[in-house]
């Protein structure tokens, strides 16, 4: 786990058992409990989202909600892309005179 043996274990343990106390142990694992078993569940329902996706383009068929979303992106990138443009052709002037002057 993380390259960490058992002796870096046990003196992780006692850091925090001095910091938090007792007391509070139980309630940080189960709050460690909890988000383990929140992000378990999330990369369940990411796997499934991953497979319908997969059957989807399979079928050769696309939710609606998809197309919408590429065409705003695309909207969306245009205007950038322009601005990309002027600026790696600003930038390949300055390399060019940066040359020059050396």
Known sequence: MFGLGLPEMIVIGIIILLIFGAKRLPQIGKGLGKTAKEIKGISREMRKD?????????????????????????????????????????ADKLRKWSRLLK
């Open 50 to 90: 991953k497979e319908k996706k997969r059957e989807q383009d399979d079928e050769g068929t696309k939710p609606p909600e998809e197309d919408q979303e590429k065409e705003t992106l695309l909207d969306d990138i245009k205007p950038m892309a322009k601005d990309i443009k002027e600026i790696k052709e600003k």
